[in-house]
Every structure is written in C-alpha cells, then in structure tokens.
C-alpha cells in the first residue's frame, strides 16, 4: 500500500493546479485521474479555444447558498492572480469580448500540456484510469480503494466535480465520499444548459437562430431577463441568452414551478420604432399574402407562430391597419414558449450545489468537519456564469488549497 502526503482525486481544473502549487511548496502529491487522460473538461471548453478566465471578476457573477464564504474564497485572488499562475507556466492570455481571456494559441490543448508538463516538472505523480470506489478515515490517515488498488494518505482534496457532463467523466463520486465522512449537500441541479418545452411549434422553427432578450416567468411571477443569441431546436430552445437563464429555471422546474420565456425577437426595435417600420412597409393595394410580407422583416419559420400567436386574422398586405400591426409587433416582441424541463446533467456545463460551504474553511479549502480533508471547484456549492467564472473558480480554489498565500 502506498503512503502519499497528499492525494488529490481529479485531474481537472483545480486538482491540476492544486497540485501544482502543493507540490511547489514542498509536499509529496499523487493526483488520481479516472479518465486515461487529464483535463478532459478543460479540453472542450471554449468550443477547443478555452475561455480560462474572465478580467472582470465580481462576485455577483458567482452563485452560492453562501455568498460570504465566496467572498471570502476571491479575495486577494482576482484575475492578476491567476494570469501570474499562467504566465509562470509559460502561458500567455489574451482578452476576447466582455474580458474573457483565452490562451494566446486558442488552443486548450495548449492549457492542459502545460499543466501537466508543470506538474510532472515539479514532481507531482500523475494516475490515470485510476477511479476509486471508496474512501475511509481511521486515524490521521485516509485510505482510498482504488481501481488500481489501496492507496492511503494524511491529507485528502476532492476535486472530482459534479454530474455535469458525465460523458466527459462528471460524476456524484466525490459526493458520496464526502457524505460517508460526515458533509451535507446543497441540492444539485444542471446549469448552463439547453431547455426543453412540450410545444409542437418549436419543431417547425429548428434551426432558426435571432439575436434575442429572453425573459423568466415562473408561475406568472417575472424572475429576471437574459440578452444574446436564441437558437430553436427540435427539443426546445438553446443559445447563450439560454444557457443564462438555465440556472434559474433549472432550480425552479425542480420545485415544480410553471415556467414560461417571454421572447423578444427583435429587442434593438423599440415598439415605437418597429411600429413605424412595419407601418411604413404597407402598401394599400397590395394582394401580397400576410407570411410572404412578414418574411421582408423575419425568418419565414417564425412567422406562423407569430400569426397564430398573435391571434391575426389579417390574410392580405392590404388589410393590415394600426392595430393588427400593433397585435404583431406585441408577439413579435412577447413570443411566449413554455418550459418544462433542461437536457439535464448530461448536455449542462455546470451544476448549482454541492459540498455545503458552511462546513469548509474559505482560507485553505479544509473542511472544517474532518482535519485534512479538502474541497476545490465544482465539488462546492459555487458555480459562476458563462465567461470563464467557473474556471476562475476552479483556479482560485486550487490555489487555496492547504495555503493562505498566493506563491
């Protein structure tokens, strides 16, 4: 049986760097990876780009059951930290829209060689297809069953993530580990994530993507609003104003709450203005079909949802007046599209809840149930938005990790 310092279970985001930095200051580390390749999420991320951070970091970007403990975790450990992190590794970052920061190479591949060449370069010993079924503390040491046998250790991180994206190794592991030595969890629910709805229409729409402003009803009550890009799909609604918004509905379909999105379809149109473009487009003599006209200002598969949406009885150009324009213009900017579910954990970037962070050490990432014993990245009860604030979480929990320094 091996007996390791310190044994850090996932190869992701911040048991990389948890590793990195924990070898650095002198300690012994065995990072366990159950893929047979490190960073498989970090891979993927940024469709093969990366977003690895985000400059503007703000913590009302991040969401938690406990807003002090996240506060606690970034302070002093803002976007500077994490590029010198980088920089240190031979990586140069540049900055996209809205301050995201991908690697100068726009390559993720570029993120995890140099992760791993670092961590071996610093000694730490990489396992990979090595999942473990089980963990134990007798003592002040920890023992793991493993796929490639027992390992023991005096100090534990769990950075195994949550079920999000299970094809790409996202699994419940380290929630069970956690509970079985004494923590509790906040529900977990998929974010970032497509949703689904029940209505036919959406089906004869598939494929048509708007520049949007996508807002939240649940049980009628307005939650809050999302602008970007809308994309409709066989099985629902996608886009990033969706992946936005998915948090909140993920959370409100699990308490079986009624939710509805308000889409509006052309948000850089005023009423005011829309109403006199398409006034200033009719011509009174004109036979032109209703859905043949309306396609000079909108994608021809969105129109008879509009029309019956709209509850329009106008067939000709020349009927149109002000009021069926405005019963236009008022679903054109109100398309309504009922959600009844997200394409779960599998098809989600991110999972809300996890590790309850009351019961973890926002300083060093200890648990404050059970000495030695460590959390970083999504295993907790922080997820951020869309941007690289995962990622920035990730990195600055790792960080953390057994130290109260930022070296």
Same mark, same amino acid.
């Given at each position: 049986?091996?007996?390791?310092?310190?044994?850090?279970?996932?190869?992701?985001?911040?048991?990389?760097?948890?590793?990195?930095?924990?070898?650095?200051?002198?300690?012994?580390?065995?990072?366990?990876?159950?893929?047979?390749?490190?960073?498989?999420?970090?891979?993927?991320?940024?469709?093969?780009?990366?977003?690895?951070?985000?400059?503007?970091?703000?913590?009302?970007?991040?969401?938690?059951?406990?807003?002090?403990?996240?506060?606690?975790?970034?302070?002093?450990?803002?976007?500077?930290?994490?590029?010198?992190?980088?920089?240190?590794?031979?990586?140069?970052?540049?900055?996209?829209?809205?301050?995201?920061?991908?690697?100068?190479?726009?390559?993720?591949?570029?993120?995890?060689?140099?992760?791993?060449?670092?961590?071996?370069?610093?000694?730490?010993?990489?396992?990979?297809?090595?999942?473990?079924?089980?963990?134990?503390?007798?003592?002040?040491?920890?023992?793991?069953?493993?796929?490639?046998?027992?390992?023991?250790?005096?100090?534990?991180?769990?950075? #195994?993530?949550? &079920?999000?994206?299970?094809? @790409?190794? /996202?699994?419940?592991?380290?929630?069970?580990? $956690?509970?079985? *030595?004494?923590?509790?969890?906040?529900?977990?629910?998929?974010?970032?994530?497509?949703?689904?709805?029940?209505?036919?229409?959406?089906?004869?729409?598939?494929?048509?993507?708007?520049?949007?402003?996508?807002?939240?009803?649940?049980?009628?009550?307005?939650?809050?609003?999302?602008?970007?890009?809308?994309?409709?799909?066989?099985?629902?609604?996608?886009?990033?104003?969706?992946?936005?918004?998915?948090?909140?509905?993920?959370?409100?379909?699990?308490?079986?709450?009624?939710?509805?999105?308000?889409?509006?379809?052309?948000?850089?149109?005023?009423?005011?203005?829309?109403?006199?473009?398409?006034?200033?487009?009719?011509?009174?003599? #004109?036979?032109? &079909?209703?859905?043949?006209? @309306?396609? /000079?200002?909108?994608?021809?598969?969105?129109? $008879?949802?509009? *029309?019956?949406?709209?509850?329009?009885?106008?067939?000709?150009?020349?009927?149109?007046?002000?009021?069926?324009?405005?019963?236009?213009?008022?679903?054109?900017?109100?398309?309504?599209?009922?959600?009844?579910?997200?394409?779960?954990?599998?098809?989600?970037?991110?999972?809300?809840?996890?590790?309850?962070?009351?019961?973890?050490?926002?300083?060093?990432?200890?648990?404050?149930?059970?000495?030695?014993?460590?959390?970083?990245?999504?295993?907790?009860?922080?997820?951020?938005?869309?941007?690289?604030?995962?990622?920035?979480?990730?990195?600055?929990?790792?960080?953390?990790?057994?130290?109260?320094?930022?070296?």
């Amino acid at each position: 049986m091996n007996n390791e310092k310190m044994i850090i279970i996932g190869a992701g985001a911040a048991g990389l760097v948890a590793a990195i930095a924990r070898s650095r200051a002198g300690q012994r580390v065995t990072l366990l990876e159950q893929n047979n390749k490190i960073g498989k999420k970090i891979l993927v991320s940024g469709n093969g780009k990366c977003n690895i951070d985000n400059r503007y970091i703000n913590l009302n970007r991040f969401h938690s059951q406990n807003h002090d403990f996240v506060a606690e975790v970034l302070e002093g450990y803002d976007f500077p930290v994490v590029e010198k992190f980088f920089t240190s590794l031979g990586l140069e970052l540049e900055e996209g829209k809205e301050g995201k920061m991908f690697p100068m190479s726009l390559q993720a591949s570029s993120v995890v060689e140099l992760l791993e060449y670092e961590a071996i370069r610093v000694g730490v010993e990489i396992v990979c297809d090595c999942a473990v079924t089980s963990v134990d503390k007798k003592g002040d040491t920890f023992t793991l069953e493993t796929s490639q046998g027992a390992k023991s250790c005096t100090q534990l991180v769990l950075t #195994s993530g949550s &079920p999000a994206a299970p094809q @790409l190794g /996202g699994s419940n592991s380290g929630y069970a580990f $956690a509970t079985k *030595l004494g923590h509790t969890l906040v529900p977990r629910h998929p974010s970032l994530v497509q949703l689904c709805s029940e209505e036919t229409w959406v089906k004869g729409c598939a494929g048509v993507k708007v520049a949007g402003l996508a807002k939240l009803y649940a049980n009628g009550e307005y939650i809050t609003e999302k602008k970007g890009d809308l994309l409709f799909t066989n099985y629902g609604i996608s886009g990033l104003a969706i992946l936005d918004l998915s948090r909140e509905v993920s959370t409100r379909l699990a308490n079986f709450d009624y939710c509805e999105l308000s889409l509006d379809l052309m948000p850089e149109y005023s009423k005011e203005k829309l109403t006199n473009l398409l006034l200033s487009r009719v011509k009174q003599e #004109s036979e032109k &079909p209703i859905g043949l006209w @309306l396609q /000079g200002v909108l994608n021809k598969k969105l129109i $008879a949802i509009i *029309l019956e949406q709209s509850k329009s009885r106008v067939k000709l150009e020349k009927e149109l007046n002000r009021k069926e324009i405005n019963k236009l213009i008022h679903t054109i900017k109100n398309l309504k599209l009922s959600v009844n579910d997200t394409k779960g954990f599998k098809s989600a970037e991110v999972a809300t809840g996890g590790i309850n962070t009351s019961e973890v050490n926002p300083q060093t990432m200890e648990s404050k149930l059970i000495d030695n014993l460590f959390f970083a990245g999504e295993i907790l009860d922080v997820d951020g938005d869309r941007g690289g604030f995962n990622f920035h979480w990730a990195w600055v929990t790792g960080l953390r990790v057994n130290n109260t320094s930022k070296d």
